[in-house]
C-alpha cells in the first residue's frame, strides 16, 4: 500500500493511459506463475505443493485486497471513470475503464468503514475455505483405491489393464489397481463386466468428502454463510444477485430462465437415452434387469 501510495503521489492528473492501462498492465508476471501454480495444483498436486497453496492463498487474498481497497488508487479509477463520455475512449477503452471499475466496486472500493474491513475479512476467510474445500476434495480421492485380482479385470482392454498394473507398482504393490483419478476410474466404470465392482467404484467416487477425515459438509456451509454475508454488505439477498450484477445474465432470474429451457428441451431425450439403455441392457441380462447408475458407461 505505501508503494502503491508513493507511485500514486508522483503522478499528475489522472488519465486512461496512467491509471487504467497501467493497472491493466501490472502484476502480469505474478499472475503469471499463479497460473502456471494452480494449474499444476490441480492436474498433479502433491503435499509440498498443498502445503505451499496453504501458505501463499492467504498472502494473495491480502494482496488482492491491498489493491481492490486502496482508496488513493480508486479515488483515480473513479475519476476516470466519471469523466470517460469526455475522454474520446474507443469502445474497447471505455469497456476497460467500466471493466476496471465495476471490478473494483465489486471488490468493496466503494464501501466504507466497518463494512470495507468487514469484506477485506470475510474474503481472505472465503479464499481459504475455497482452498480447503479443493484439498478435502483432492486428499479424500487419493486416499480411495481398490486392489484387484487378475479375475476381476473382467472386460478391461490391456491399456487399462496396463494402467491398473502400473498404478499398482507406483502404491508398491503387486497385482492391479483401480483409483478414482479419472483415467482410472471412467475406464473401469466403461469396460468393466463386474458390475459389483463398478458399483463399489461409483459408491466411493460419488461420496468423496462426505463425512470422515475430509468431511466437506461444514466446509460448504461456512463459505454459503461467508457468501451470505458478503452478499448483504453490497445490499444484495442473495451471493447469486451480487456475483450477477456485471454478468451478461445480470440476475438469478435470468439464469434459472436459461436452465429450465435447457431442462425443457433435454430432458424428453434423456429420458428416450436412458430407456434405450434399460432395454438395451434387459435383453442382455434378463427382463427383471434395472439400470442403475453405475450401469450407464457400460452398457453405453
Not at 501510495?5 to 499472475?31: C, H, K, Q, W
Not at 507406483?170 to 475406464?187: I, N, Q, R, T
Request: negative net charge; proline residues 3%.
Amino acid at each position: 500500500n505505501a508503494e502503491i501510495d508513493r507511485i500514486l503521489a508522483e503522478r499528475s492528473m489522472p488519465t486512461f493511459e496512467n491509471t487504467i492501462v497501467a493497472l491493466e498492465e501490472s502484476g502480469s508476471y505474478l499472475n503469471r506463475v499463479a497460473s502456471v501454480f494452480f494449474a499444476l495444483q490441480g492436474a498433479e498436486s502433491n503435499d509440498e505443493m498443498m502445503e505451499i497453496s496453504t501458505r501463499i492463498q492467504p498472502l494473495l487474498s491480502e494482496h488482492g485486497n491491498s489493491i481492490s481497497l486502496n482508496e488513493a488508487l480508486f479515488e483515480r479509477i473513479k475519476y476516470v471513470y466519471d469523466r470517460r463520455a469526455e475522454l474520446n475512449l474507443n469502445q474497447e477503452q471505455m469497456m476497460l475503464v467500466e471493466e476496471t471499475y465495476d471490478s473494483f466496486a465489486q471488490s468493496g472500493a466503494n464501501l466504507e468503514g466497518e463494512a470495507r474491513e468487514r469484506y477485506r475479512e470475510l474474503s481472505v476467510e472465503l479464499s481459504n475455505q475455497t482452498l480447503k474445500f479443493s484439498q478435502n476434495a483432492l486428499y479424500a480421492t487419493n486416499a480411495f483405491s481398490m486392489e484387484l485380482t487378475e479375475e476381476e479385470l473382467a472386460g478391461l482392454p490391456q491399456s487399462a489393464i496396463d494402467a491398473a498394473a502400473a498404478l499398482a507398482a507406483s502404491k508398491g504393490k503387486e497385482g492391479y489397481m483401480v483409483d478414482l483419478s479419472f483415467p482410472s476410474y471412467s475406464a473401469f466404470m466403461k469396460y468393466s463386466t463386474r458390475r459389483d465392482l463398478r458399483e463399489k467404484l461409483y459408491r466411493a467416487y460419488n461420496s468423496r468428502s462426505i463425512g470422515g477425515e475430509f468431511d466437506n459438509l461444514p466446509v460448504l456451509i461456512r463459505i454459503a454463510e461467508i457468501r451470505l454475508e458478503m452478499a448483504k454488505l453490497f445490499g444484495c439477498n442473495t451471493f447469486s444477485e451480487y456475483k450477477l450484477k456485471h454478468t451478461m445474465a445480470g440476475t438469478p432470474e435470468a439464469v434459472y430462465n436459461l436452465l429450465n429451457q435447457l431442462l425443457e428441451a433435454y430432458k424428453p431425450v434423456a429420458l428416450q437415452e436412458v430407456a434405450e439403455l434399460q432395454q438395451f441392457a434387459a435383453a442382455k441380462e434378463g427382463a427383471d434387469f434395472q439400470l442403475m447408475p453405475w450401469d450407464f458407461s457400460y452398457y453405453a
